[in-house]
């Protein structure tokens, strides 16, 4: 058979893909080592083992979509048998480049999950364009030490890449038909490899399913009661990828039944009643709402936190009108205060605060109508999370951010602390008063329990890790704005709303990124613990109604809490959706039509199936609707 001459490519792209997946299982391996603090003591070798080998699907699934630029390009031009230096090269800094943004998101996602309990998805890559403040982070604080290692780690990657491609990338000589045999068989790895199986159910391929992998969707990872595994198990690149084809779909991206029929089931509960409560407010001129980052109901002593890191907000629990079975919208900030803003539910395919609701009725606009003077305070800059171009249609009257803060907080990566954001809002609402304003509503977003931390060393109590500080020192400022108010003339008779925008994981429950305090303190409110079922669109139509006012424009998702009730609440928990009922929990991911029914015990939730018909009927109408009214702009 005569010769001709070629490339000799295919060692390159062979041990290319080996090193990808022992880069990438270096990576699983350091993350579950980081967060292995919140892993149980028995763990088991077999359970580590499952995570490893779920993860080589999903890593070989990402290693091969970057290989394929310089697999076809060196292939080709060992079947045409003449080699372009500047093409190879072209096409293995198009491969390099793919690989080192793969490598770097699967490195970022290790602190990620440790602090989210999520992988890192679509809409917060996105989410990098609305703002600097996560950048900020990353190379700032302790964070410095991970961004260095994590760039060396990938520069290294692309460098043992670029040492394999001059090694056994060269001119050779072997028959043609060899080189269209190795490319096509190459082809057909990599379309197996990259595709594996969408669905569970594909009859056509069930037969070759042992040759060409399993499924591929986010349910795979789905095998452990661990949370941390599950996570683990996924390459988050693949994550990315899933989420961002599920965001390209649109709005057309839930249809289960008429539009009409999933809007009679979704909104039997939506009843707020427009008319006052003869048992509201009587004096009520001021309105303070407090957003409180990452505060999970689970860190707070009430709900079972061994330590006591929330004493103040303890004590107001028992104090006020407060919530116990309350949870956000989603797990991310933009989530939640899109929900306690807008009374709208959240999806995980699109930034809830990309656009100003024109259609929904937010806090701003139904105050202002009142006659209230409104006001916004955030420590961060104006275009964090989008918070500015979310309220154009609704605005604030006025809006304070970093730029209006000291300068010597300019530099920090999530703005001014809590104790300076609080006392300018103090001052800000005197002036205004002094200047004759006889009605403010005021929102008021505290953030110093994000990291990187920054808290005052007086904090740093013996037993408190450094997450437990920054809770505890949140804890205390909010003390202090709540201390400060009520003792002016203008505040004693204040309404204070106490909400978290999402909660926060401090053991691997699946709730506690959900489950949040929700407080209202008022002197004319009988405290009292509610058990009633509620969620972050409930807020905004609470408030009206304990507020007294009459706002017949209400337009939302949600009921008033002090007067009405439901057995069950939808929310979002990344690319999961969840209906919460007293006692149980259904699990949906619309992605992978993985589901599973959890029931709460006294040893914690517990799968008790996998299907339930009634279950299933509501979510998808909740889904289909709920995104045409959060989309509806």
Known sequence: MKKHKSVSYWQFVLFSHLSALLAFAIIRGIQLIYCSVALRDNTTFYEYFKCFRRGIIYDDHVSLIALVPVTLVLGIQSIIGKESKIVSKIGFWI??????????????????????FANINYEGVKALGLGTEVLDMMVSGTYIVAFLLSTAYCIGFVYWLYFLFKRYVKDGEQSRVVSVLILVG???????????????????????????????????AEYSDQLLL????MNDFFYIEKSGLQASKGKDVYKYMKLGTAKKIAMRYQNYPHEADANCIKENKHVILVLMEGISAKCMKEFGYPKVITPFLDSLYQQSLSYKNFYSAGAITQKG???????????????????????????????????????????????????????????FEYRYCLDDYSEKYRSQSWGAPDDYVFDFAIRKTDSLIASGVKK???????????????????YHKDGFSEEESAVYFADAQ??????????????????FVFVADHGRNYVPDILAGNHIPLIFNHPEIKPRVDETLGVQYDVLPTMLAL???DYKNYIGYGIDLARSERDTVFFGSNEKYMLKTKDKLYIYNPESEYSEVLEETPNGLKSVGKYDGAFENYMKANLQYGYKFATSN
Not at 230 to 233: C, D, I, W, Y
Not at 478 to 495: D, H, S
């Open 95 to 116: 491969t390099a480049i793919i690989y080192f943004l793969e490598v770097a998101v699967c490195c970022a996602n290790i602190v990620y999950v440790k602090y989210q």
């Open 186 to 220: 190459f082809a057909l790895l990599m379309v197996c490899g990259i595709r594996g199986r969408s669905k569970p159910k594909e009859k056509h391929i069930k037969k070759i399913q042992k040759f060409i992998g399993n499924p591929l969707n986010t349910s795979y």
């Open 230 to 233: 599950n996570l683990s198990a």
């Open 337 to 395: 205060m899109c929900g306690t803003f807008s009374s709208a539910p959240t999806f995980s395919n699109f930034h809830s605060m990309q656009k100003a609701p024109r259609k929904r009725t937010v806090d701003s606009t139904a105050y202002r109508h009142e006659g209230y003077t409104t006001q916004f305070f955030i420590p961060h800059t104006s275009t964090f999370d989008n918070v500015y171009g979310f309220f154009e249609a609704n605005p």
């Open 440 to 458: 403010t509503m005021s929102v008021v977003y505290g953030c110093s329990n994000h990291p990187p931390y920054s808290i005052p060393e007086e």
């Open 478 to 495: 909010l003390k202090m704005l709540y201390t400060r108010i009520r003792n002016t003339e203008w505040g004693k008779n204040a309404l």
């Open 547 to 549: 507020s007294g006012i």
